[in-house]
């Protein structure tokens, strides 16, 4: 019997599992994001079952405490914050014909948890965002929310990503990959290819983690002296690096979603610029609230044009459920992607849910779309 066939018990309400934190630098925002999906499941449609993945990558049973997966001030949460006691772990059955959960302590009898008939994978960054724990779930034969491996691996790897827009006929601008061998055999190659980057394309250069999201490892660097530190800051994130040139104009997003009928694109927001960043680092994001506008103050022809970039994004990168596609508006009036997130920062304030508001959809049932959704695919090859 195939799992998307099993049957399910009379009268029991679909089971939600809500699976968080994880092993990447993004940790403390998937638990933030997870605290804010807890908070919004409509528990009379659903049953719950919360699974935190601390940063050493045991996947632990927690409390159910939104209140506890909140930044306070400038300090960020973790799964250790709302785990259960103990050092069980949680294991999901690897037999695609069930979906059973079971908890396991030293010295004691596994106890089952039950099936579960979706999961929602609130984790950002490698390990999580980037296809491994969609191919674990595939394995387990579980649906679940959001792209598929694919999809999920593209979105992760900046350099894949834009050599798939570029593939599509999608806009991007000018970008330059050193990979991890070429920086560990001849460093001074790979600098004078940077360097000569900067020649054709200009100063100042943005060096980033090509496997990382949040803003993590990004530096700004003005001339040839913050090079060499700029790239050591991106290698602590991930040992392949991108090399993007400044693009001036303003960042404008765009919310997708799956529909019954296909994905849409939401009304588009902008980001302003944020106080004394430099550009719209983590602590613009997460700490400092930054806010941006929704919708964009654009031409109805230039949102026209971003949500037609949106979808065709989505569907360049064959994505599934939803997607927050990042732009540049050129001074010259032109659109120029610089990415998409598979699964975006989800919080209340995050901008994926504002657009979404603005466009009709709240928060909660946002979230029970995108439970729909997964619920009526099957896993498999997608």
Not at 5 to 29: M, Y
Request: net charge negative; charged share 25%; aromatic share 8%.
């Amino acid at each position: 019997m195939s799992s998307e066939n099993l049957p399910s018990t009379p009268g029991r309400k679909p089971r939600v599992a809500v699976v968080f934190g994880g092993r990447s630098s993004e940790h403390a925002i998937s638990v933030v994001t997870a605290g804010a999906i807890l908070g919004a499941i409509d528990r009379a449609k659903y049953d719950v079952l919360p699974i935190g993945i601390t940063t050493d990558g045991r996947w632990a049973l927690t409390a159910d405490a939104p209140e506890r997966m909140a930044i306070t001030g400038r300090t960020l949460p973790s799964v250790d914050d709302v785990a259960e006691p103990g050092d069980g772990t949680v294991v999901l059955s690897a037999d695609p014909t069930s979906r059973e959960v079971v908890y396991t302590e030293p010295s004691a009898v596994p106890k089952a948890l039950g099936e579960v008939d979706v999961v929602f994978p609130m984790l950002h960054g490698p390990y999580g965002e980037d296809g491994t724990l969609q191919g674990l779930l595939e394995l387990a034969g579980v649906p679940y929310v959001g792209a598929g491996v694919l999809a999920s691996a593209v979105g992760q790897d900046k350099e894949y990503m834009k050599r798939v827009f570029t593939s599509f006929g999608l806009p991007v601008g000018p970008y330059e990959v050193i990979r991890p061998r070429e920086w560990q055999q001849d460093p001074l190659a790979a600098r004078r290819r940077i360097v000569d980057f900067a020649g054709e394309h200009g100063w100042p250069l943005f060096v980033k983690p090509a496997r990382a999201g949040s803003s993590f490892g990004i530096t700004k660097v003005d001339d040839e002296s913050g090079l060499d530190a700029a790239v050591e800051e991106a290698r602590r994130h991930d040992p392949k690096i991108l090399v993007e040139s400044l693009l001036t104009g303003r960042e404008i997003e765009c919310g997708v979603l799956e529909f019954e009928d296909g994905p849409r694109a939401s009304v588009p927001a902008w980001i302003p610029p944020v106080g004394d960043h430099d550009f719209y680092d983590f602590d613009a994001k997460y700490i400092d609230s930054a806010s941006g506008v929704v919708p964009a103050p654009i031409t109805p022809e230039q949102t026209a044009e971003v949500q037609r970039l949106a979808v065709a994004a989505f569907e360049a990168a064959s994505c599934e459920g939803l997607v927050r596609a990042d732009f540049f508006l050129t001074d010259e009036g032109e659109f120029v992607i610089n990415e998409i997130n598979t699964m975006p920062g989800f919080t209340p304030i995050s901008m994926y849910p504002r657009m979404w508001e603005a466009s009709g959809i709240d928060y909660p049932d946002l979230v029970d779309r995108l439970i729909q959704a997964a619920l009526r695919r099957s896993t498999g090859l997608r």
